[in-house]
């Protein structure tokens, strides 16, 4: 089964800056890769999902990640961060048809 | 429905006594996930139904919890002699069958154990 690392708990940063939320999962032969988000008092979202293909996926919000196979990362980034961004976000590796297995989340605070 | 539908939203309960939380999955997708979310755990894996398969129970943290789906639908989380370490909000999630489509969540249950 896969196992997950989001190295930051809290990033937080000022409005307009840019930002990296990272994320680790252990090896596999393929591997599917999800980031999803949840604004405050929300439900959780699909942000943006890497199955195959380009290694930089682009999601909603103008988040995009890359993947990083040699050293099994899926990064999220974005340029230029808005107050709205605030939120905690999961990433969530993916082995074929075995669970979704949730990272313990990184709560990304920007302020102006 | 439209979406993931789960009740109670809210369940006040005291250390001890059983509960029952229930999950109405979108019409249609074969998948069906339940998960824990509490402060600074993140959200936490607990049993995974895909169609007709053996469900996926690793994530279950003692005999205390057990979870069913009937028909392929409804499933119901339960979870026997309370702890207040249970309190949490539980959330359930369904996908169509394939592993690259995304989760639809439900609102959750917030579970207070006394």
């Known amino acids: 089964a896969q196992s997950v690392t989001q190295l930051d708990s809290q990033v937080p940063v000022f409005e307009e800056a840019p930002v990296e939320l990272r994320c680790n999962y252990s090896?596999?032969?393929?591997?599917?890769l999800f980031w999803y988000v949840q604004y405050p008092n929300q439900g959780l979202q699909l942000l943006l999902k890497?199955?195959?293909?380009?290694?930089l996926v682009k999601g909603i919000n103008g988040f995009e990640a890359e993947f990083n196979k040699s050293q099994t990362s899926f990064h999220l980034r974005k340029p230029s961060v808005h107050i709205s961004d605030t939120a905690e976000y999961f990433c969530?590796?993916?082995?074929?048809?075995?669970?979704?297995?949730f990272g313990k989340g990184t709560t990304l605070s920007v302020s102006s | 429905g439209a979406g993931v539908s789960q009740s109670p939203s809210n369940k006040v309960t005291e250390k001890g006594k059983d509960v029952e939380l229930r999950c109405d999955p979108i019409?249609?997708?074969?998948?069906l996930y339940w998960y824990r979310q509490s402060l600074g755990q993140g959200l936490e894996f607990l049993i995974y139904?895909?169609?007709?398969?053996?469900?996926?129970k690793s994530g279950l943290p003692s005999d205390r919890f057990s979870a069913e789906r009937t028909g392929g639908s409804v499933s119901t989380l339960t979870i026997q002699r309370t702890q207040q370490e249970d309190s949490a909000v539980y959330l359930c999630?369904?996908?169509?069958?394939?592993?690259?489509?995304?989760?639809?969540f439900g609102s959750g249950t917030q579970l207070s154990v006394l």
């Open positions: 999630a369904s996908s169509l069958r394939t592993a690259g489509e995304k989760l639809f």
């Open positions: 139904f895909q169609g007709n398969s053996a469900p996926d």
């Open positions: 969530a590796p993916r082995d074929g048809g075995t669970a979704l297995i």
């Open positions: 019409s249609g997708h074969t998948a």
């Open positions: 890497y199955l195959s293909g380009s290694t």
């Open positions: 090896s596999s032969v393929s591997v599917y």
